[in-house]
DNA sequence: TTGAAAGCGTTACCAC
DNA sequence: GTGGTAACGCTTTCAA
C-alpha cells in the first residue's frame, strides 16, 4: 500500500502543504470553503496521518505504558481493564509490560516505554520504599495501588490498613481467637498496611496488648503447604486472614484435605474480592477494592498530567468494604 | 531534561552525523576506533536514539496490536501474557485493545493500531465468518483462537470440535444420557467448532440419529438463569456441557439452588479450565487448553512475518485435553 | 487567507 | 573512512 500524505492530498487540491496541514488541523486562518475542500479531498484519498512525522514535532503518540506484575492476575487484569476503558475514552492506548514481580525488570521497562515515546506511565512498583527507584522516569507518571511514604508522586491506591482492619474485626466478632494472617514475603504498602491492620484489630482487642498475632510468610502456590505445616506444629488456629483470594482458597484447600471444616472449624477470609469467590464453595469473604474505580482514576489523572494541568491533590485513596459470604 | 541527539554527539566528537550514525548501528565503514570514541561518549552523554524519527525514516517501532474481546477474561489474560513474555525476547511491546466482543469498537481498534505504527497484529476477530472483515488490516497479522473456513490468514487456534467431543463423550460413557450444552449467540469459530463436536459425540453413540441434541443460547451471566428454566420446564436433564468454566460455574451455581446434585444428579463440563476451576466445589471437569502456547505461538509467527520471513504453515492448530475432576 | 521554507532526529546516498 | 546533504511527513513561523 502506498501511503497517502499531505503532500499528495496538496498536489491533487492545488494547494500548499501548509494550507492542507491547516485545515486538517481545524485551525484559524482557513476558509471554511478550503477546509471542506481539504477534508473531503483526505478523506476520499484515504489519507491517514502518519503519527510518527507528528511525534517527531514534539506532539504526543497517545500511549500510556503500564508496569505490573502479572496481567493474569485478576486483580490486575480487572484494574487494567479499567484503565484501558479510560484511556479508551481520551484516544490513548495501553503499552503493557508485565514485571513478575522483579525488580530488574521494572527497571528494564521503565526505561524501554520511554524509549518507545510513551507520554505517561501507569506503575505498580516492585518497591515502594525507595522513592528514588522512580528517579529514570522522566515523563509524568502515576503509583497504582502502591504508597511511598513521604513523596510527592500522585498515587492512586487503598487503605490497606482499613482492609486488614476490617477482616480481622469481622472475624475477632465472630468469635475467633487465634487469628493467623498469611502474607507474601515481599514489603511492599499492601504487605505492610494489610498486616498492620491486622495488628491493629488484634491490639484493640486486646487493649493494648498484642498477644497474639500470629504472621506467616508464604508464596502465593505454597500458602495451603506454609499453613498445613503450622497447623500440624502449632495446632489451634480458628480463622485465617489470607493476603488475597488466591492465598484464601490455598488456604480453603489444604485446610479441607487436612480434616477441618471451613468455616466452622476455622474460617477463612481473602482479599481483593476477585469474581470467583462466588463460586468457591464455601463462598469466599474478602475485602473488596473497586479495581475498576482504580485504574480508571489513575488514567485520568495521568492525562491530566500529560497535558499539562497541575493536580493540587495527589494522593487518591479508596476505602475498601468487607464482603460478608460463608468462609468466615 | 534535554534530549541529546547525534547531533550532539557529533559535536562533541567534531565528527559528522552521518559517522555517528552509522558507528551507532555498528555499520561497515567506519574505523574501529572511531566506533568506540563514539559510543564510549554516547553512552557518557546519555544519548538515547529517538524511536519516532527512526520510525519516520521507515524503521519498525517495534509495537504489536493485540485485539481481543477483553482482558480480564481469565483465558485471554493467560493468552496475552503469553504473547507478552514472548514479545518482550524479541524486544516488542504490546498495544492492547479490548473490543467487548463488540464489532464496531475491533473496526476502530484496527484502525487505530495501524495509525500508531504498530509493526503487526494479533486478532481474535468479533465475527470469523467474513474474510473480508480483516482487509483493513495492511500490516502483517496472526488471527488467534479463531479460524476463518478457506482462509489463507496465519492462524493459530484450537480443535475445538474435538474438545466439544471429548467433553461429550465423556458424559456419554460416564452414562449420561440427556446432556444439554449450553454456548454463547455469537456465531464463531468456538461455538460452532464445540457445538459440532457435541453433536458428532452424540450422533456417534447413537449410531447417526443426533436425536437429543438439546441446544441452549445464552451469555455468561444468565447461563444459570437459561439452564434452571429449561430444566423447570422440560425436566430431566443429567448432563451439561458448558460453552467455558464461566458458563460451567454458572450452571453449577443454579443447579445447586434449585436443589440438584452436581454431578450426583447433573454433571457439569466446563472449557478452557480457567485456574480457579480447582477450587470450586465440586472441582471443575474441563476441557484444557495450552493458552500460554496460543500467545507465544502466535507473536513468534506475526514477528517471523513482520520480519519478512514467508511462512510455509499457516494453520497451528492446538489438540485440547479433557482434565476430568468432580464436576462431570 | 495562503504559501515558502525551516526544522524535528535519523538514515542513506554520493562524493571526497 | 568520513562528511555533506537530501529525505521521511508533518507543523509552524514568517512573508506575501
Redesign the interface.
Same mark, same amino acid.
Not at 492506548?93 to 508485565?98: I, M, S
Not at 524501554?112 to 515515546?117: D, E, I, R, W
Not at 462466588?278 to 464453595?281: P, R
Given at each position: 500500500?502506498v501511503r497517502v500524505t499531505i503532500r499528495d492530498v496538496a498536489k491533487v487540491l492545488n494547494l500548499s502543504v501548509s494550507t492542507v496541514s491547516r485545515a486538517l488541523n481545524d485551525k484559524e486562518d482557513v476558509d471554511e470553503r478550503t477546509r471542506i475542500r481539504v477534508k473531503t479531498m483526505a478523506r476520499e484519498m484515504g489519507y491517514?496521518? @502518519?503519527?510518527? $512525522?507528528k $511525534?517527531?514535532k514534539g506532539k504526543t +503518540? /497517545?500511549?500510556l505504558g503500564v508496569v505490573i506484575d502479572?496481567? $493474569?492476575n485478576?486483580f490486575y487484569?480487572?484494574v487494567? #481493564?479499567g484503565m484501558?476503558?479510560e484511556a #479508551?475514552r481520551h484516544g490513548f492506548? %495501553? %503499552? +503493557? &509490560? @508485565?514485571t513478575a514481580a522483579d525488580y530488574s525488570e521494572q527497571v528494564f521497562a521503565i526505561d524501554?516505554?520511554? @524509549? #518507545? /515515546?510513551v507520554d505517561g506511565i501507569l506503575v505498580a512498583p516492585v518497591k515502594d520504599t525507595i522513592p528514588n527507584e522512580m528517579d529514570p522516569i #522522566?515523563v509524568p507518571f502515576v503509583i497504582v495501588g502502591r504508597h511511598f511514604e513521604n513523596s510527592t508522586f500522585t498515587e492512586v491506591y487503598n487503605d490497606e490498613v482499613l482492609g486488614g482492619y476490617l477482616a480481622t474485626k469481622h472475624l475477632l466478632d465472630s468469635g475467633r481467637r487465634k487469628i493467623v494472617t498469611i502474607q507474601p514475603e515481599m514489603d511492599i504498602f499492601p504487605t505492610r498496611g494489610r498486616t498492620e491492620g491486622y495488628r491493629k484489630a488484634l491490639r484493640e482487642f486486646s487493649n493494648g496488648l498484642l498477644d497474639e498475632s500470629l504472621e506467616l510468610k508464604s508464596s502465593p502456590e505454597e500458602a495451603g503447604l506454609i499453613l498445613k505445616r503450622y497447623v500440624d506444629s502449632e495446632g489451634k488456629v480458628d480463622a485465617v486472614f489470607a493476603y488475597n483470594d488466591m492465598y484464601a482458597?490455598e488456604a480453603? $484447600?489444604s485446610l479441607k484435605t487436612s480434616g477441618f471444616k471451613v468455616p466452622e472449624d476455622v474460617a477463612v477470609i481473602g482479599y481483593d474480592d476477585i469474581p *470467583?469467590a &462466588? *463460586?468457591?464453595?464455601p463462598a469466599l469473604t474478602s475485602v473488596a477494592l473497586d479495581k475498576d474505580w482504580l485504574g480508571r482514576t489513575a488514567v485520568e489523572l495521568l492525562i491530566k498530567m500529560i497535558s499539562g494541568k497541575v493536580l493540587k491533590k495527589k494522593k487518591y485513596i479508596q476505602k475498601p468494604v468487607l464482603r460478608v459470604r460463608d468462609s468466615g
Open positions: 500500500m491517514t496521518p @502518519n503519527l510518527m $512525522a $511525534a517527531l +503518540l /497517545g500511549l502479572d496481567n $493474569a485478576p487484569a480487572e487494567v #481493564k484501558e476503558r #479508551k492506548h %495501553l %503499552l +503493557l &509490560v @508485565n524501554f516505554l520511554q @524509549n #518507545k /515515546g #522522566k482458597l480453603i $484447600a *470467583y &462466588v *463460586y468457591v464453595s
